[in-house]
């Protein structure tokens, strides 16, 4: 019976230790949040501030954070995880979207200056307070009015955030890296350039030319029997022989194998970007 005792009055003394240290805590935390939330429904001040980002035009649907992530599937990607390209190919993907944020934020810097001038007037007008709970309550309501500016004034970060876990789930990895406004913008210029570029003419010859790979080239040599489709000559004859594009990439043609010829380099150089749309210059000694 002694035990049960003893250990019922150490049970309530330490019960009463926890709740000395914490009970404080927790009532004073309570308090501030019912203190918040009575100064955010009845000051004056700070209604009006709030509505002063409607009467000035400010965007309010852009965000603080924007997210983009991915999620792995082996630990070798993970440790390569390119942040800049991944980063590239989500502004690629929602090019329109991250030009709307741009504009906005811009917009909303513009602004800010109107904005600050109606934060002075309103914050400069919050009194001392005569007892304590006025006290408070005018501390309280400087603390929103400055979280407000702050959250007004603040441009959004950009973050990507790549994971990996295990096939077990044993091993967990996780990283980020986040980009500012300017970074966006500096990532979006560059695919505006980028794009403009691939959607030219040199860019689309170019890329025609770079799929005639040594592979293609024997396939198309090897069709035509080694000889050139236009004299008949073949490398036994001393000629170079050369893989030709029978409608020229310079008037839309593709490298594709129906569009491709064997040319020795003298009728290549001759032909050089002709073409007759009778198809007279695939037709050669061969064909004859």
């Known amino acids: 019976m002694f035990v049960f005792w003893l250990f019922m009055t150490i049970l309530i003394a330490i019960v009463g230790l926890i709740a000395i240290v914490f009970l404080p805590g927790k009532l004073k935390k309570h308090r501030l949040l019912r203190l918040r939330n009575d100064v955010i429904a009845t000051s004056e001040r700070y209604k009006k501030l709030v509505k002063s980002i409607d009467e000035i035009g400010f965007h309010k649907d852009v965000m603080i954070d924007y997210r983009f992530s991915e999620n792995v599937k082996s630990k070798s990607k993970f440790d390569r995880f390119n942040f800049d390209s991944f980063f590239k190919s989500k502004i690629s993907a929602e090019l329109d979207k991250m030009e709307e944020v741009i504009t906005k934020v811009k917009q909303n810097i513009e602004k800010f200056s109107e904005y600050q001038e109606i934060f002075n007037d309103v914050y400069n007008s919050v009194t001392a307070g005569t007892d304590k709970r006025e006290v408070e309550y005018y501390d309280m309501e400087k603390k929103l009015l400055l979280e407000h500016r702050d959250s007004v004034s603040k441009t959004p970060l950009f973050t990507c955030f790549v994971s990996y876990a295990s096939p077990q789930g044993r091993n967990h990895y996780e990283n980020e890296k986040t980009y500012t406004l300017q970074e966006l913008i500096s990532f979006r210029d560059t695919i505006i350039l980028e794009t403009a570029e691939k959607n030219s003419e040199a860019y689309r010859r170019k890329f025609e030319r770079g799929k005639v790979t040594d592979s293609l080239r024997y396939d198309v040599l090897t069709r035509d029997g080694f000889r050139c489709k236009l004299c008949g000559r073949e490398a036994n004859d001393g000629v170079k022989l050369e893989v030709d594009h029978i409608v020229p990439i310079s008037k ?19 032909k050089r970007d002709k073409y007759n749309e009778c198809n007279v210059n695939n037709v050669g000694v061969l064909n004859s």
Not at 252 to 270: F, I
């Open 252 to 270: 839309g043609g593709k490298t594709t194998m129906s569009n491709l010829q064997t040319l020795c380099k003298e009728c290549n150089r001759g």
